[in-house]
């Protein structure tokens, strides 16, 4: 699969999205936007202007302006006089600007005449991002930009978004188009789950089987029939993995668009895979493994807490360090069943011998040493909220996914804290709408509307233990998520509802702006770009019975471009139905029913699921 995604100049055909919109289409919304009067006309003509011509966000811009066909120049500003500096038809990118400016923050003005970005570091980036959002190619191919002024930064530092290559192995291609659609709604950090129980996904020079064996499955389970635990397997082998190069050209791909990259190596449990490959780190080394073919945790099957488990963990952590150059190691340590523990000989004898108190105190004496040696080799530890139990790593960052509980209680013992609940909308994994139209998933309903909710800031805390609260991110497990499109529809869009979540001021957020007159726009894009997405059901169509002789039915498309095709008859709309153009005047006769079914198709031909509004007029 090679698909590169860059918003070029193929959006809407028609401007007028930032007329009506206060935030001119941007997603996320910023802190504030000052809209004015006119265009700025993008051509091979502009001027661009950089005082710091290396900077990574200058060249990303220069990258895309060549895509795009226009392949303006950067000319270095810091070699010009003071009259070239203020010349027409200029876009000016800066980071030598006098004054403050909040972490990451940009400031954005768009005369007729002039662009200018100020923004240091990541700011600039993001000033650069929010500009690209704004460009419209107009009828005759010529690109125009609406006049504002732009002030803008996040709300919270972590903004993560997660993706799990065990259960389901993407490629190279694939995962640079995830951190492509990351950097564009300005998150920035890349969880990269890398292992577990269906799969060891990344090459490790000094044990070698962890990809010759480990990274193999014989056959995945397709047990799909809804609501159906069903035994059924595809009876195919599968497999995948990261070569070491491949890692670090995805780190730096990341890098160039501030997205720093998490790598997430589970332990002590998912660790099947690594066990089928050295069944020496578990606690029964005369046991056979194999690459686990089905979902949910494995009753007993977790490393055992020996000398030689510690040294295989550490040299593995080790590899892992050298390729990723970022803070953060995320070590797992969710869903440890403790059976094998329990019943082992070695484990009864170390629980005694350190002194500990049961189980729970031998994984936080195992996350206690894994995070040990991480900090003396200047990195930090995240864990899932599993490490609490027993017990926290004195440093140790907990991502809470259980609910909000572990999280509260990490803030209250000074430790830092990432959001990323279930039942806050952030598994993206779940269903978007309960209907047997939505493609299978593992369970659970997170709509659009239930992530745009979600506030990473309990209550519970106070103003000082907030501040340890970094931020929040969305999870895309993929147990049933097999293909790249599947993942794009499952992603998109809440991924923006989740950067809006991340990035924008509270006060700013408001889910009818964000739904009907942003994310439409956005999704008009995305279709451009043969980027799959999630086709939202038309706006104020209703998927419920309803009593009365007369209905008036106002609906509108939640995409640009695309069309609501509608039927009154009971059939099933498509493409060769009557299409909404004018509010709907519906008169159901006396002791009859009928039914309004919709369905949104955009010129590409994807389509929503179909809603049906029964009324009866009894
Ligand atoms: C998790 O969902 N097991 C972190």
């Known amino acids: ?89 200029a876009i000016t990118l800066s980071v030598n600007f006098k004054g403050d400016q909040p972490e990451e923050g940009y400031e954005l003005n768009i005369t007729p005449d002039h662009i200018t970005i100020n923004g240091r570091n990541a700011g600039l980036f993001y000033g650069v991002q929010t500009l690209m959002q704004l460009i419209q190619k107009d009828g005759n191919g010529n690109a125009t930009i609406p006049c504002g002024y732009i002030k803008d ?59 010759t064996v480990g990274s193999l499955r014989a056959q995945t389970k397709i047990g799909r029939a809804a609501g159906v635990d069903s035994e059924l397997y595809d009876n195919t082998p599968y497999g995948g993995f990261y070569t070491q190069d491949q890692v670090k050209d995805i780190v ?24 089928a490959a050295y069944p020496e780190l578990s606690c029964d080394p005369k046991k056979t493994y194999k690459v686990r073919e089905t979902w949910g945790v494995s009753e007993d099957d ?16 080790n590899e892992v360090m050298d390729m990723f150059p970022g803070q953060y190691i995320h070590i797992g340590g969710d869903e440890v069943p403790k059976d094998a523990w329990k019943t082992s000989d070695f484990c009864k004898q170390l629980i005694d011998d350190r002194g500990l108190k049961d189980v729970n105190g031998l994984q936080s004496y195992f996350i206690a040493r894994i995070e040990k040696y991480v900090n003396s080799q200047g990195r930090s ?131 009818r702006n964000f739904s009907q007159d942003r994310i439409p726009h956005h999704l008009g894009r995305f279709d451009k770009e043969g980027i799959n997405y999630r086709v939202p059901t038309a706006i104020g169509a209703m998927d419920t019975s309803v009593i009365g002789a007369r209905f008036k039915v106002e609906l509108s498309s939640p995409v640009e471009g695309a069309k609501v095709y509608y039927t009154l008859d009971g059939y099933t709309p498509r493409e060769t139905d009557v299409y909404y153009t004018t509010p709907l005047d519906i008169i159901v006769p006396p002791k009859n029913t009928m039914h309004l079914k919709t369905i949104v198709i955009n010129p590409s031909g994807k389509r929503s699921i179909v809603t049906d509004m029964k009324m009866e007029n009894k």
């Open 1 to 89: 699969m090679k698909r590169i995604f860059l918003l070029l100049f193929v959006v809407a055909s028609v401007p007028v999205f930032a007329q009506h919109d206060p935030y001119m289409c941007i997603i996320p919304a910023p802190v504030s936007v000052k809209k004015a009067k006119g265009d700025f006309k993008l051509t091979s003509e502009t001027i661009v202007l950089a005082d710091s011509p290396s900077n990574r966000a200058v060249k990303f811009f220069a990258a895309y302006l060549k895509k795009a066909g226009l392949g303006n120049s950067i000319t270095d500003l810091t070699i010009l006089d003071k009259d070239h500096r203020d010349m027409k038809n």
């Open 153 to 211: 930064y996040p709300r919270f530092k972590y903004r993560g978004m997660h993706l799990d290559v065990s259960r389901h192995f993407f490629d190279v291609d694939f995962v640079k188009q995830y951190i492509d659609l990351m950097a564009s709604y300005k998150l920035n950090n890349f969880h990269w789950h890398l292992t577990d129980d269906q799969g060891w996904r990344i090459e490790i020079k000094k044990y070698p089987k962890l990809t």
């Open 252 to 275: 730096d791909y990341a890098t160039q668009r501030y997205v720093n990259v998490i790598p997430e190596i589970e332990m002590p449990g998912h660790s099947v895979a690594a066990m």
């Open 302 to 317: 977790v490393y055992c807490p020996t000398e030689e488990n510690f040294k295989f963990s550490t040299d593995v952590l």
């Open 381 to 511: 530890i995240i864990g899932w909220d599993e490490i609490l139990d027993g017990g926290l790593a004195p440093n140790a960052t907990v991502m809470s996914w259980r609910g909000e509980t572990g999280g509260i209680s990490a803030a209250q013992q000074g430790h830092d804290v990432i959001m990323t609940p279930g039942s806050g909308g952030m598994y993206f994994d779940h269903t978007q709408q309960k209907s047997p139209q939505e493609p299978f998933s593992i369970g659970g309903n997170a709509p659009l509307s239930k992530t745009y909710a979600y506030d990473p800031l309990p209550a519970a805390l106070d103003k000082e233990q907030q501040k340890h609260i970094l931020g929040v991110q969305a999870n895309l497990w993929t147990e049933y998520i097999a293909t790249p499109e599947k993942a794009e529809y499952m992603l998109l869009p809440r991924m923006l509802a989740l950067a809006e979540v991340a990035w924008t001021p509270l006060a700013n957020k408001d889910f």
